[in-house]
């Protein structure tokens, strides 16, 4: 798979209500199109998101070919105290992308 | 309006107007062929209500009038909820009525979520409703719908 791009405030504290915004890039192929030859091209998506924060599950989705190419998604958290988020996304053929980032809290 | 000569972007337009095969062409994922789209959306409902009778309304679904391009739909969907433990929405399902595949998406909050709001981008084969079900920590049901049109870009609208 590809690379995953994350955004989040530079720091907050305890009790905000913070936005993460996620980006990867993923073809999403749908298994609707067909290739010059006529012949199907196969469905090969990302169908799972999950976000935890210091182990906590936050925030997952299940993504059905209908969402666009390159899953941009953004959900919210509130801030619990200090500690690092892992990021997960799944595609059809169960390779994994992981990716971690630490929110600073003040 | 002057109709373009160019015969790629003609024969575009005619494909956009007609269904299935053209659709292809213009890089579209969905071939809206086989199987009636508009039935499964409403088995789709069905499927995550059973038999609930639910709220309409509170469901605010964020999409524009219309989109320019169908393979990228811009969307928020919220619900105004304390997030509490005892009173949250714990699901949103979103089903786009004349899709090949009516489910876009299943999104699934929990206590640490603060806001039932999430945003995405979708695909929408064509003008149609989109729906949003959220799940309530209560066991009740929100629904709302929008209506978005889709222009295939091109000719200008």
């Known amino acids: 798979m590809a690379k995953a791009r994350i955004k989040l405030p530079d720091s907050a504290k305890v009790g905000d209500v913070i936005e993460v915004k996620t980006l990867i890039s993923h073809v ?4 609707q199109r067909k290739d010059a030859d006529g012949k199907t091209i196969p469905r090969s998506i990302i169908n799972l998101f999950t976000a935890t924060f210091a182990g906590a599950e936050v925030f997952t989705a299940e993504l059905h070919p209908g969402i666009s190419a390159n899953p941009y998604l953004s959900f919210f958290m509130k801030v619990p105290g200090p500690g690092e988020f892992e990021f997960t996304w799944v595609d059809d053929a169960g390779t994994k992308v992981v990716e971690k980032m630490k929110l600073n809290v003040a | 309006m002057r109709l373009a000569v160019h015969s790629s972007r003609l ?23 086989g199987q009636d789209p508009s039935q499964g959306w409403e088995q789709a409902v069905k499927k995550v209500l059973g038999d609930a009778k639910p709220i309409e309304g509170k469901v605010l679904i964020d999409m524009p009038e219309i989109a320019e391009n169908g393979n990228t739909v811009p969307f928020t969907i919220s619900v105004d909820s304390p997030m509490s433990e005892t009173d949250r929405v714990k699901v949103i399902h979103i089903i786009a009525t004349a899709n090949p595949q009516p489910g876009v998406a299943v999104f699934r ?13 979708m695909r ?12 309530l920590s209560d066991g009740r049901f929100l629904t709302s719908k929008r209506n978005v049109k889709v222009t295939i870009g091109g000719c200008g609208g």
């Open chain 1, 28 to 31: 999403m192929e749908t298994g």
């Open chain 2, 11 to 33: 024969s575009r337009r005619d494909f956009a107007l007609g269904a299935g095969a053209g659709i292809a062409v213009l890089g579209l994922p969905f071939a809206v062929v």
């Open chain 2, 109 to 121: 909050f929990s206590p640490l979520s603060g806001k039932a709001t999430v945003a995405g981008r």
């Open chain 2, 124 to 135: 929408l084969a064509r003008t149609q409703d989109v729906i949003g079900i959220a799940e």
